[in-house]
């Protein structure tokens, strides 16, 4: 890919800002300089404010049949572009080519459940509520939201908030990871080629002062984010103090739990998928897995094994199955918590660190599959969002003591459990303490029509992102009472007409 030099989205128009500082952005599968970022100042993040602010003021008042057909004709552009919109996140976020297709494809379903808004946002009515007064529930939009993008899944956020708040008919400011902007640039053009009303999205780069205007301002209603615990809370104190909606996805420290009648072979293929897919770069993938003790032993080194023979390099070489991590950053993060699992006791029976690369791949950010065995609810490897492919077995007595194990974690992603058996799937379901919970699946994201979002300090703010969530949550109920009475002398007219005339009939005699 050409070096980028990213440029924002403002009014319709990419727009460069004179005299800022710019970050560079590398491919993580070789540790080139693929482009820079601006980070845009204060006065450009207010400018996209007064912006969206305007189009609010009449995309709102847009016929709903209208706003939807952007998103229709947003979807098909979205297909169109499909591969250089994958490739623009391979490149720099260095999911691997064949994920990256993946998310471009859920985004594009999600798109689709979008694009049913005109049935998910009709209201109520009651009759009848007391003589000649009924009442009514009606979905209106609120205003400009903004919303933060992780560096993981720049095209799956796009997709949790842009396609709800704007077919809702809000209008939407998108500030992009610094780490990976690139996708958001191919939606730029894409807003531009369908014609969207200027304003309508905007997107603006930079770090954490584009969204530091969002909370004082009288012209945001709301405020959306996919990220850490840490900032999920002080974007939900931001917001509190502002008066703003807020939608704020954080971290996670997901469980796998392989029960004793567990089918080994499913196991083991979502158990690499879940912990090795994105090089465990995602907020449902698997960090934990919780064994019985019955086939502790059989199904640690199963684990390894797999985990042993997975192919991982360049993003965009076919052969391969996971790509690096975010940066060298990250990467050095990683390996001080393999140290740290090291220096507290737990076994490594698996070492990532420093896998041999290809000459071209020499210089990029890649850690190998890790798998981590006898490890305690107490250490750190246990407890702390590692966000990259490490795993931590922990054996396990029985249910009971993996759901304590679980719900005493202070994260409340997603849980998974592996059994045939359905009273363990019934108990696990009812007792886990967790938003989203999977059956003989590794990784357990709700499909687009259902709520995606999890509990505890995984989630903060009003609801969940896509599904009936994200219609509530872009959306404020104004309910009419409204009394209904003749108007003056209609009665007596109509009293009049009876008794000169009768009743007017159309049944044959």
Known sequence: MEFTRVKNFIDGEFV?????????????????????????????????????????????????????????????????????????????????????????????????????????????????????????VIKQPLGVFGGVAPFNFPALVF???????????????????????????KMGEIFHAIG???????????????????????????????????????????????????????????????????????????????????????????????????????????MVEAAKNLIFGDAMDPDVYMGPVISAQAKARIEDYIQIGIDQGSRLALDGRNPPMPEKNENGYFVGPTIFADVTPCRRIAQEEIFGPVVSVMKVSDLDEAIGIINASPFGNGACIFTQNLYYTEKFIQEVNAGMIGVNVGICAPHPYLPFGGIKDSHLGTNKVQGKDGIDFFTQNKIATVRYAPPAGYVEKVTRRTETAGVRSCVAA
């Open 16 to 136: 460069e800002e004179a005299g800022v500082e710019y970050l560079t952005i590398y491919n993580p599968s070789t540790g080139e300089q693929i482009g820079e970022l601006p980070l845009s100042s204060t006065e450009t993040a207010q400018k996209a404010i007064d912006s969206s602010y305007e189009a609010y003021l009449s995309w709102k008042n847009l016929p709903i049949a209208k706003r939807v057909s952007y998103l229709f004709n947003l979807r098909q552009k979205m297909i169109d572009k499909r591969e250089d919109l994958a490739v623009a996140i391979a490149t720099d976020q260095a999911k691997h080519i064949s994920e990256a297709r993946g998310e471009v494809q859920r985004v594009i379903e999600i798109m689709e459940t979008a694009c049913s808004i005109p049935t998910l946002i009709q209201g109520e009515t009651l009759e009848g509520i007391s003589d000649n007064i009924n009442g009514r």
């Open 159 to 185: 997709g949790w908030f842009i396609p709800y708040a704007i077919g809702t008919g809000n209008t939407f400011i998108f500030k992009p990871s610094e780490q990976s902007p690139l996708f958001m640039q």
């Open 196 to 302: 969207l009303p200027k304003g309508v999205v905007n997107i603006v780069n930079g770090d954490r002062v584009v969204a530091d205007t969002w909370y004082d301002s009288p012209k945001m209603a709301g405020v959306c984010l996919v990220g850490s615990t840490a900032t999920a809370k002080k974007m939900a104190e931001a917001c509190g103090r502002g008066g703003k909606r807020s939608m704020l996805l954080g971290g996670a420290k997901n469980v796998l739990l392989a029960m004793e009648d567990c089918n080994h072979e499913l196991f083991i293929s979502n158990f690499i998928n879940s912990c090795y897919g994105s090089a465990g770069q995602r907020c449902l993938a698997g960090s934990i897995v919780a064994v019985v003790d019955e086939i502790y032993d059989e199904l640690l080194e199963k």
